[in-house]
C-alpha cells in the first residue's frame, strides 16, 4: 500500500509545478496545465484533477497558489458545477462522462447550472413534471425549470426529470446533463428583489439529449439527485472562510469604523452575531473534515440552514446600524451578473439577496425536517402520497 499523500509532498509538488509554470503566463493553460498535474482537488483521483490526497490538505496547496499570485478558477463564478455537478459527475457518472465533463469544469470553461426546481416542485423536489420520454437512441424532453441560478452562463445544466409518471414519484425520475445550447432550450430572466437577474426560468420544449448524457439508470434518478442535494448545502452553508471572513466582517468593520452609530443595543446585537459566525466558521471546519472522510451527510443540512438565518440576521442589523444611510440602495438595474457579490455592495442590496439564503438550495422549512428526521431521529411527518402512482397525484 503506498505511504499517504502528506502536506509537504504537496508543496513540494507545488514548487515543482510552479518551476515549470509561470503563474503570469496565459490562465487558461495554467489552469490545464494544474489540473493534469492532480493539483486542481486534491482528493480527487489521478487522471482527474486530483492524485487521491486527503481532502483537508486542499488549503495547503491553494494557499501556496495564491502566494505565488497564481491565477485561481473564480470558484465563485462556477460554484454549482464545483459544488454540485462535480462531485455527481464523480460518483454517478461513467468513466466517459468523468473524463469529458470534469476538466472543463474546474477550469471555468464551461459554467454549469442546476435544473431542478419547478413551479409545482420546489419544496417537494421528487414531485417534478418535466417529462423525459424514449425517442430512438435518445430522449426527448419538455417542461419548465425556474429559479435557475446562472442558466444565461451555463454550457450544461443537471436536470432531472420525470421517465415514468405510473410510479411512486421518487422512484419515476431520472437524471441528465442537459445540453443548454440545443434546439429548445430557452432561458429567460428573472427580476429579483434586487433589482438584477441571476436567476432565470428555463422553458424545455422537444430538447433532443443523447442516452450518452444520462447520468445513472433510468429510474433511479432521485438517488443521483440526493447526492447533488448534500454537496449544495455543504457548498452554500459550509464555505472556507477566515474569521471575519463573509457578511459579518463588513458588519464588525462598520462597527469599528464608525463608532457614531454605536447604540448599546445594536452593541449586544452584534457581539452576539459574531459569536454565532465564528461558531458557524469553525462548524464548518470540522464539516469539512468529516468530508475527508466520506461523503456528505445531512449535517450539511443544519449547516445551509444556520448560514441562511445568520446572514439575514446579519444584514438586518447592518441596515439598522446604518439608518436611512442603510437604505440606499447601490443599484437596481436590470443586469445579469456571472456571480452573486454579497460582500461588494451596499448594505440594502445585502439584505435583500439574504432573503433568497432560506429558500435556494432547500427551503428552510425542508431542511429542518431533513434535520428532525435523519440528525435528530425524531418521526417523520405524516404523508399521503407513499406508494401512489405520480400520475394520481392532486397537483
Known sequence: MAAPVTADDLLTRVDGFLAAHDPAGD???FLRARFDAGLAWVHYPVGLGGIGAPRVLQSVVDQRFAAAGAPDNRPRRISIGLGMAAPTVLRHGTAAQRARYLRPLWTGEEVWCQLFSEPGAGSDLAGVATRAVRDGDGWLVDGQKVWTSMAHQARWGILLARTDPAVPKHQGLT?????MHAPGVEVRPLRQATGEAE?????LSGVRLADELRIGAVGEGWAVARTTLMNERVAIGGNA???EGGMIGV???TWRERPELRTPALHDEVLRLWVRAEALRLTGVRLRQQLAAGEPGPEGSAMKLAFAALTQQISGVEVELLGAEGLRHDGW???R?????????GATYRWLRAKGNSIEGGTSEILRNIVAERVLGLPAEPRTDTGAAWKDLPR
Open 27 to 29: 490562465r487558461l493553460e
Open 175 to 179: 437524471y441528465f446533463v442537459c445540453d
Open 199 to 203: 436567476f432565470n426560468e428555463v422553458f
Open 241 to 243: 472562510l477566515p474569521r
Open 251 to 253: 458588519l464588525a468593520r
Open 333 to 335: 438595474d436590470a443586469t
Open 337 to 345: 451578473p456571472e456571480e452573486v457579490d454579497l460582500i461588494g455592495r
